[in-house]
């Protein structure tokens, strides 16, 4: 559709005429941008909110998976200490096996770096041999640990986790407490270093913007790509996803929790319990970070708007100008014939069917006044 | 350069500061002397430097020329008894670095050379008196000795000058040597180990470079992990990090190196036990 406007600047000048004045003009006009803008804009909105949502599932996605891979290093981690400790203490405890458990404990700390002493008890929960990496061997101290909440877990449940401390209020350790099979073999005791873990946190941070960190059971900070948060033994309990997480006895399968960071930045977080350790994995994101390509594209589908926007005024405009001019000659016309000159004559150039047809329609009741439409 | 600064600029290189273009390095040796640490101190203050890198030993005369400029230490014995950080979590003034606090390991190194010479009667220990840290080490070891009911005969001394007359002064006094590392000991390991191999003493001390050096055995704290670790912190200053949020971090890794060249030199057979933890063994 093409638009002649003959004389525009004429037609822009009579605007100040009543008709354009006027109401009808306005309303038109009006109506027909907020038509196009309305479509414009929930289409708009639609989009963005499928785009928000698609944004918001896939950070999801991809959070979850990667607090789970956190979680499933973390306890391979632990595991694997279970395991090469298993095989050292599956026989009955006796005096003449020293020997014997000394060369596997020796080979222990070469295998694990992270052990940093060993203790067996005997069934009674007597000390028989302490091996440190630092100290010097101590045998057969017979130090009484029987009423030793560690000693009694381990002879329930095999295999036990001992809390989290920190050695010079700074460095995390913990003790993994481990029974034989057999209850004459007495109980192992394992002084775990949990620094290492820091570089399964920071591999883990290296392959994604958000940051990965570990806490323990009573949301103390166990692992941070800043190591200095955890030297400095610094307490994440306050915060709302951990306060969530700790509470959530689901955990043990990936759930995402939205909160704030340390530096009080809005985030979004996945967790997941790290069992049997009953530690919590996170992984967070700042919002301003994860929903970063959305507002981009929140401003980019700003553009169409305002250009549908342009569009809609000027076409709104012109397609006005073309309807008021032949409703102001059969004004003018009107009240030529309303004066009594009946053989005036109308003449209207449109293609439009709508005014065409009005016209036509009143020339019916009219007789005496030629159209050339 | 020794094999610690090596590592040392290595990690720093990695961290991307290449030295010459994206970071100056000004190198002065105090010489062991603490006026020359101080007069050092104040020409780092003049030319208004970033950071000051030193073993733990320096730290307090530097302190006292500046409690600005950020000091890192790569290695300390005691950096919370020395005063140089308030504690290790929260070391709070423009000090931080890494300790060997609390890590006692003369025992440990003794009852490893009790592994390898069962019947150890006498043990005569070797260090720098001039040096506190080897003051304290020597002590350490002299306790474990006694623990042990192992016999002591010390060898002290204070420059390289010291240590010939000290091998004389030990002849026939001896089954071992136990070897306290200083600035004064580590530049003449090689003597050192020659001259224990030559009065048949096996010896054992705290740092690996002595065992490369031809001496049996060393069990100590990965010094190079420490120094590696050590330019971490400093790549954490030169972009903005303050030193007293830095906490000072103890060693994770300790290694057991045997030299088997040695011992089989010293007539030694080491134990099974022995092979089974060593980290490192020379052949």
Not at chain 1, 303 to 321: D, E, H, K, Y
Not at chain 2, 125 to 142: D, H, T
Not at chain 2, 185 to 212: C, D, F, K, M, W
Request: charged share 20%.
């Amino acid at each position: 559709m093409t638009f002649r406007v003959p004389g525009l600047r004429a037609k822009l000048q009579s605007l100040t005429s009543p008709i354009y004045r006027g109401g009808l003009f306005r309303k038109y006009i009006t109506l027909f941008v907020i038509t196009i803008c309305v479509a414009l804009i929930l289409n708009g909105v639609f989009g963005i909110w499928l785009f928000y949502n698609e944004q918001r599932q896939s950070i999801i996605r991809i959070q979850s998976s990667q607090v789970q891979s956190a979680a499933e290093k973390i306890a391979q981690f632990a595991n694997g200490i279970e395991v090469e400790l298993d095989w050292t203490i599956n026989l009955p405890w006796s005096p003449d096996m020293l020997d014997d458990l000394r060369f596997d404990a020796q080979r222990l700390f070469r295998q694990v770096p992270a052990i940093t002493e060993l203790i067996q008890l005997d069934s009674t929960g007597r000390e028989q041999l302490r091996l440190s990496r630092t100290a010097m061997d101590t045998v057969g101290s017979q130090k009484d640990f029987s009423d030793d909440p560690l000693f009694i877990a381990a002879l329930t449940d095999k295999v036990h986790y001992g809390p989290v401390y920190y050695r010079e209020e700074s460095e995390p350790f913990m003790i993994l407490a481990m029974a034989g099979r057999r209850r004459d073999a007495g109980v192992l005791l394992a002084e775990i270093n949990l620094k290492p873990i820091w570089n399964i946190v920071s591999q883990l941070d290296a392959r994604q913007h958000g940051q990965a960190y570990v806490v323990d059971a009573q949301g103390r900070l166990i692992a941070h790509r800043d190591i200095s948060l955890v030297l400095r033994k610094t307490d994440f309990s306050h915060l709302a996803q951990v306060k969530l997480a700790r509470g959530d006895a689901y955990a043990a399968m990936p759930q995402v929790a939205e909160g704030e960071d340390i530096q009080s930045r809005p985030v979004l977080a996945a967790y997941a319990r790290i069992e049997p350790l009953r530690w919590l994995a996170f992984v967070e994101l700042p919002k301003s970070e994860a929903y970063a390509p959305l507002y981009r594209s929140l401003f980019l589908s700003l553009i169409p708007l305002a250009a549908g926007f342009l569009v809609a005024v000027i076409s709104g405009l012109l397609l006005t100008l073309r309807m008021i001019d032949p409703i102001e000659k059969l004004r003018a016309s009107a009240i030529r014939i309303g004066g009594g000159d009946l053989n005036h004559r109308i003449s209207i150039k449109t293609r439009d069917g709508i005014v065409g047809r009005g016209v036509q329609q009143h020339g019916r009741t009219t007789p005496g006044i030629v159209f050339n439409a | 350069m020794p094999i610690t600064g090596i590592a040392f600029f290595r990690r720093l290189h990695e961290l991307g500061w290449e030295e010459g273009r994206t970071v100056a390095i000004e190198y002065r040796w105090a010489e062991g002397r603490n006026e020359r640490i101080a007069e050092i101190a104040a020409e780092f203050v003049r030319l208004d430097v970033k950071v000051i890198v030193t073993t733990g030993d320096a730290v307090l005369a530097i302190k006292q020329v500046t409690t600005v400029i950020p000091i890192v230490f790569q290695i300390a014995t005691d950096p919370v008894g020395m005063g140089l950080v308030a504690s290790l979590a929260r070391p709070g003034g423009n000090v931080t670095g890494l300790s060997i606090q609390s890590i006692d390991l003369a025992g440990k190194r003794l009852e490893f050379l009790r592994h390898v010479l069962p019947d150890l009667r006498r043990l005569a220990i070797m260090g720098n008196v001039g040096y506190p840290a080897s003051v304290e080490e020597m002590g350490q070891a002299q306790a474990a000795a006694r623990t042990l009911g192992v016999e002591v005969a010390m060898a002290e001394i204070r420059r390289a000058e010291d240590i010939v007359p000290a091998f004389e002064a030990l002849r026939g006094r001896a089954d071992a040597l136990y070897v306290c590392s200083d600035t004064v000991t580590n530049n003449n390991r090689v003597q050192i180990a020659t001259l224990a191999l030559a009065a048949h003493l096996p010896t054992t001390s705290g740092h690996q470079i002595y065992v490369t050096a031809g001496c049996l055995m060393s069990y100590g704290a990965n010094v190079l992990d420490m120094y590696r670790r050590a330019a971490e912190l400093v790549d954490k200053i030169l972009r903005g990090v303050k030193p007293a949020a830095i906490p000072v971090e103890q060693p994770t890794t300790f290694d057991l190196v045997l030299n088997l060249i040695t011992a089989k030199k010293l007539g030694i057979t080491v134990p099974r036990m022995l092979l089974a933890r060593a980290n490192e063994v020379i052949e």
